[in-house]
């Protein structure tokens, strides 16, 4: 049995702050300027395109959740811009939900992904010290984000939503927090490109990533149509939407992405 630590309130949602000084324990998924120790180096660099990746909503002032944060590299640039941030990504024991092939063998994999996240959030607060950031951090599934988290006046769901099994469900989650405005970026595969073009006359797609007989995709589920992305959040209260397109830099190559930027018009329904 463990005993609770009595100064820690039972509802707080908010991850203890720890001190990461060692950067091989890191792992960043954003290159990100640290002052005192320079560039650091992740898969995307979304520096130059910023401003695009969060749809140009201003966020001085607000409340922002930053869904997803992973190393934290968009929450520590909305705090650079005045924005209360609060960083929300799996901790724990929660782990991605990997797509369940036959011969995929989660209890290998598993904890590799969690020893991931364990690197991400530790880079998160290498970068919290050097940035001498006021952000707060919470964390267990994508799914629950825990109602002492809210609310917030923006929320910010870059690339996490189609790496979930169910991405409404997250999407309800987190709106049912936030007052004013939702920004949600997401990477268009090549093949997928055309979606820009869609009509919303034709249908609101969603499409499979996974494949049976490549099996190399156990990452990522969904590829979401912007017209059907701004849909999901109209049914969830948001309904005043606009879509932007932008390139952003993985890996260094430059990928196209679509943001949505939504405001409220109704309540969302707090049922499921
Ligand atoms: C690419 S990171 C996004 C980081 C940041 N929000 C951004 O916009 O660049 C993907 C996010 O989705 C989450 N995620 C959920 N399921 C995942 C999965 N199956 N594979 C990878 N990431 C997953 C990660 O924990 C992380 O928060």
């Known amino acids: 049995m463990t005993t609770a630590d009595p100064s820690t309130p039972p509802d707080d949602p908010y991850l203890a702050p720890r001190a990461v000084d060692d950067l091989s324990t890191c792992a960043f998924n954003h290159t990100i300027d640290l002052p005192g120790h320079g560039t650091v180096e992740g898969a995307w660099d979304l520096r130059a395109g910023l401003d695009a990746y969060l749809g140009g909503v201003a966020v001085a002032g607000k409340r922002v959740l930053d869904f997803g944060a992973t190393s934290g590299f968009l929450g520590f640039a909305m705090e650079a811009r005045g924005a209360e941030v609060v960083a929300y990504d799996f901790a724990g024991e929660a782990v991605w939900e990997m797509v369940p092939y036959p011969d ?116 990522a589920w969904w590829t979401i149509a912007p017209t059907t992305m701004q849909e999901l959040l109209a049914i969830l209260g948001f309904g005043e939407s606009a879509v932007t397109y932008h390139r952003q830099t993985l890996l260094g190559q430059k990928r196209l992405c679509y943001t949505v930027v939504a405001r409220r018009t109704e309540p969302t329904n707090p049922e499921l």
């Open 104 to 219: 995929f063998e989660r209890a290998v994999i598993a904890p590799e992904i969690r020893n991931h996240l364990h690197r991400f959030e530790n880079a998160w607060w290498y970068a919290h010290a050097a940035l001498d950031s006021r952000a707060r951090r919470a964390g267990g599934s994508l799914y629950g984000v825990p109602e002492a988290v809210g609310p917030v006046d923006v929320a910010v769901l870059g690339n996490a939503l189609t790496r979930l099994r169910d991405p409404f469900r997250a999407l309800h989650g987190v709106l049912r927090l936030t007052r004013e405005t939702v920004v949600v970026t997401e990477m268009l595969p090549k093949s997928l490109h055309l979606l820009r073009f869609l009509p919303r006359s034709l249908g609101l797609p969603v499409f499979l990533l996974p494949r049976s007989n490549q099996r190399i995709r156990f990452d």
